[in-house]
T-cell receptor
Framework: GAVVSQHPSRVICKSGTSVKIECRSL??????MFWYRQFPKQSLMLMAT?????????EQGVEKDKFLINHASLTLSTLTVTSAHPEDSSFYIC?????????????FGPGTRLTVL | AQSVTQLDSQVPVFEEAPVELRCNYS??????LFWYVQYPNQGLQLLLK??????LVKGINGFEAEFNKSQTSFHLRKPSVHISDTAEYFC???????????????FGSGTRLSIRP
């Protein structure tokens, strides 16, 4: 089946620095990509939806200036956590979807664990 | 609004024993129901789904789930588990408002299934 990769798988950074997480669809064109965040023992929460070539749509309560999303190509989306703080420490998961397919067929990446010291 | 509750955060089971992972949902509209599995260091994979028709749905790897509308439940079952079933299992719903690529998936908090030899 389709594969979605994320890089890095783990990252530790100092408070105040910015971190970029990449999400790639390896064998299909992803017209839509989703970014989720998962805190320990909690649900995956949708942060934003991005369509290739257009601005991301953020969920209520998600700061767009803090979580910058770029979906510049049909195989790559990036999430940049700007001026990271310890409360941003979490597990970030991306997923990708082909055009015209229903939401449950989105392919998920393995996640990136961010730890902010 | 919709919500998904997975009451058991962890379920330890002996190999070859049966297992049931519980899922209840709350919604003011009809929903589509899903179970996803996440193996260690991998992305979420769709295990099975209920859209309509028979309330008993069968998925991959011998799992099945039954939709019970009166109890708003969608419990996942397997009659005999294997070591390889060790994973995190997520129940999820999509509101029945136009099943499309724009639909938002609402996840439960997950249940970690650990199989003991």
């Amino acid at each position: 089946g389709a594969v979605v990769s994320q890089h890095p798988s783990r990252v530790i950074c100092k408070s105040g620095t910015s971190v970029k997480i990449e999400c790639r669809s390896l064998d299909f064109q992803a017209t839509t990509m989703f970014w989720y965040r998962q805190f320990p023992k909690q649900s995956l929460m949708l942060m934003a939806t991005s369509n290739e070539g257009s601005k991301a749509t953020y969920e209520q309560g998600v700061e767009k200036d803090k979580f910058l999303i770029n979906h510049a190509s049909l195989t790559l989306s990036t999430l940049t956590v700007t001026s990271a703080h310890p409360e941003d420490s979490s597990f970030y998961i991306c997923s990708a979807l082909s055009s015209g397919t229903p939401a449950d067929t989105q392919y998920f990446g393995p996640g990136t664990r961010l730890t902010v010291l | 609004a919709q919500s998904v509750t997975q009451l058991d955060s962890q379920v330890p089971v002996f190999e070859e024993a049966p297992v049931e992972l519980r899922c209840n949902y709350s919604s003011s509209v009809s929903v589509y129901l899903f179970w996803y599995v996440q193996y260690p260091n991998q992305g979420l994979q769709l295990l099975l789904k209920y859209l309509s028709g028979s309330t008993l749905v069968k998925g991959i790897n011998g799992f099945e789930a039954e939709f019970n509308k009166s109890q708003t439940s969608f419990h996942l079952r397997k009659p005999s588990v294997h070591i390889s079933d060790t994973a995190e299992y997520f129940c999820a719903v999509i509101p029945d408002r136009g099943y499309s690529s724009a639909s938002k998936i609402i996840f439960g908090s997950g249940t970690r299934l650990s199989i003991r030899p």
